[in-house]
């Protein structure tokens, strides 16, 4: 594709599918060329090789004398001579993007997904298989990590699909959020038309990578058919009493009124519009309250075996569970407070994970908000101002600030040392709405309380010794002197801990514990870090939360019946003044459902991570418009057997959708009870979404950076002449060379379009796949990507050596059949029987489990080079064989192959290989398929049309098959046969072109391990001889040494 249509701006990307289309429309006329048979039957002859036809005849040096069918996009017509043109990348895929649509034959169709769920009783019931990638924000580009996510998905569908599975495979918009709106603000163009646009464009752009997504499922967050279902949610939520408001702090820009969200705050803390310092301000917000549910959602994660474990302590982490003590210390009134209704001060309430850590207390720490700062002395109320004050400055999230306080004058007693005078100090890093809103300051034995105590010059006290187990006794000795750091592991209690002393902290802290809940000041407790999740947001573009306040009643939700509460599109952007919403008085004003006088709406809208925890119950009920899902549905497709996405959502995303649908399980929304769901044992269970959880690496770009400035430098700045030696135009130095997530500040993105039109989509997909398992990172390298178009024309090449079953008349042998015959077959065609087996159940075991599509790739061109080494054997009565004999002759006088087998197995064989490669190469798998099967003209009616590849059946395999027969290789040392060894071929590592080091390393391995290298290859001192050459011969059967 041109540069000049490299640009991003969607006005210009309208441009650009206009001429896309003009493309396509020239691609009609791009013609496949396919061979036309001849009307009479075809010669009885078991095998004859097909005549390469011109769409793969430059991989053939012989010609034709047929005349040739000229197919436009599938039906034939017209006859035009052979020319030599190359796989014709393009036209194969229009061909069959049109013909799928046509037929849908690959697509999972609703219809028989709802039969699933309604019809219980089928008598052989397909097993449901629900794969999910995480639904896109549609922001109009679909990059190189959109490839890689959707290649991975749809590989997984379509293997599904073959294997016989009834397969869920939707594709939806996340469509709500901050882009929109500001695309309004700054373009002036509505969010609603931005979205929309966007979305068709992304949708092409899926179609031209193939994707097969099931279309009748698709469904957008910001149609008031989705979020009136996302509105009932929260309805029924807050019937539950888990969606409640509360104070809560957010940016405030006090130039333009309005909140902000994290995202446009910058790194200095100031707007990203009107530049003013942010501030923090308080309102009240709505919250649906997860902490309820925080011990099923950390438990859990016990089920989900098939998660990254890395993700679930992720998890576990954000959850944060620490059992410890609650402390009441006791705060009596400092004597210079002025505030005269005081009565005795008050009480200081903690939480510790360290109660065994008690008489290392030496100061409290609580929040600015804390009530007890109502009593504190005159004089120390201007400092804690001020230090409020300081706090408002909003801090950008990647700069932590460090803990900072102000002493308040309180003082609080030691319940242990009455003698005590432990010191109140108001902090940044205590929240008020976390736990207590104040924590015990152990600067011995914790690292954020030691450095607060260092900057107010306190003398740290520990408490604790390092056990002696855990250390050895130097380090020990070490660390029994503390430098001024804290000691956070735990030991054994020091002298000075009163009755505690010399204890184990496990033992101390339930002494400790025991003998406050006797004294009445402490008990055991056990404390959450997450906390409930904030969800109202004061912007425009998001689903409206369906509450009316009324000066009467209060908050009252709007009656289900009355649901969707539109979101208004006649709307103002100017980034000032507050949510649009607020500004809309027809909107606002409302009456109140309960008592019906007049009340007002509430102005907020969702947070979208509220839309996306739910899209998946969706997907499984699109058009219900009674409910969110039918329960029985949701009940049928639920779990989601393989969720893809980013790692960037191992938390939020997940966590949110976690809850949602625990919420909706355990309110009977859906799901079969816990006792059915715990004897069956093989789904999570519990309403757990997800089963298994496939988390894919970044997609990282080649990037170039200035030596000397660090600057990013564009493509163009960079001479590649030598691949391997970039340089630096403008300097002439060689330029630093990193990986790096791709990203437009880099200038080392690539445009997934320009790739398939230069490469194809099947080419990219696979370079996709082959370059890097699904969960690490890719790195992008556009030039290996010849690698997979040659490997495409071998397969190619083989299809064109193969001949349909009925063009001859004979049929092809069955599974079953050469599974019987295997007795009988010679050597060849063992080892062929063997490959296929043992490559089936390979890519069997990673499209069902494993997911190592890179290592299905090796397999498949393993089998390819090892089909291409053989021959398929030419019955003698054929009439067309002669020719075929003939070039069977030259290539085994070229030394090429000597190798034969039956045309029953070679046919299977490469049956099998296409039916293998299809899922991952979809286009090219139907057009090889198609070459395989196509009928000639008056053959049996039965096979007159070829149907889709993936109305086929998945290959089986036989174990006993896969038992590989030894090999035997002999080594040659300077020309003479020494010793033989033996191995398994299956163990032989694949050798390419490319790459004999895998290879050559492994029979070294072998043969220098063998006793007689001692003679032939070592010498008196058992030291390896130099080696001046090592050659491989005949698939490793012969390996000769020059020493
Ligand atoms: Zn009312």
Known sequence: MSACLRIASPGTRLARQFAHGQQHARQQHSLILR????????????????TPTPVFAHLFSTSSPRPYAIAPTGSSTVNTPASNQPLDYAAIEQKWLKRWKED??????????????????????????????MFPYPSGILHMGHVRVYAINDAMARSRRMMGYDVINPMGWDAFGLPAENAAIERSIHPNEWTIKNIAVMKSQMEKILADFDWDRELRTCSPDYYRWTQYLFLKLHEAGLAYQKEAVVNWDPVDETVLANEQVDAEGKSWRSGAVVEKRKLRQWFFKITEYAEDLLQDLDRLHHWPERVKQMQRNWIGKSRGAEFDFTVPLASSSLTSDAQGGGKIQVFTSRPDTIYGVQFLAVSTEHPILDTIPEDHRQQLEEFKESLKRVVSSDQEAGPEGVPTGLFAKHPFLPDAKIPVYAVNYVVSDYGTGAVMGVPGHDERDNVFAKSQGMEIKYVVAPSSSSSTSTAGDQRSQPTGGALTAKGILTGDNGEFSNMSSEDAAAAVIKRASELGFGREKTSYRIRDWLLSRQRYWGAPIPMIHCHGCGPVPVPAEDLPVVLPMDVSFTGRGGSPLQQIESWVNCSCPKCGSAAKRDTDTMDTFVDSSWYFF??????????????????AGMPVDVYIGGVEHAILHLLYSRFLSKFAWKTGLYGKGAAVEDKEGNDPGRGEPFKVLVTQGMVQGRTFKDPVTGAFLKPAEVDLTDPNKPIQISTGLAPAVSWEKMSKSKFNGVDPEDMIASHGADATRLHVLYKAPPSEELEWDEQSIVGMQRFLGKVWKIVGMTQGETETGTRTASFEELQASMGAMNKDERELWRQVNSTVMELTTSFKSTYAFNTSIAFLIKLTNHISSVTPTVASSSVD???????????QKKGKSQVEVSPELYQYSVQSLVKMLSPLAPAFGEECW?????????????????????????????TEAIKADKVVCAIQINGKSRFNVEFDMAELPLADKDSMAAQEQFLKDLIY??????????DENGQIKPVKKMIVVKGAKIVSFVL
């Open 35 to 50: 061979p036309h048979w001849p009307s009479s039957p075809a010669p009885s002859a078991c095998f004859r090789a097909r």
């Open 104 to 133: 849908k034959i690959a697509s999972s169709s609703l219809s028989a997904a709802d039969q699933h769920a309604n019809t219980a009783s089928t008598a052989k019931e397909k097993e449901k298989f629900y794969v999910l990638s």
């Open 618 to 635: 969706r997907y499984l009920d699109p058009q219900n418009t009674l409910l969110p899902f039918s329960s029985a549905k949701a009940t």
């Open 881 to 891: 064989s002669q020719q075929q004999q003939q070039q069977v002759v030259k290539k």
């Open 930 to 958: 198609e070459t395989l099967t196509t009928t000639v003209p008056g053959a049996s009616p039965l096979h007159q049309s070829s149907s889709s590849v993936f109305s086929q059946q998945w290959p089986a395999y036989d």
């Open 1009 to 1018: 391990k063998h006793e007689r290298a001692e003679k032939w290859l070592k």
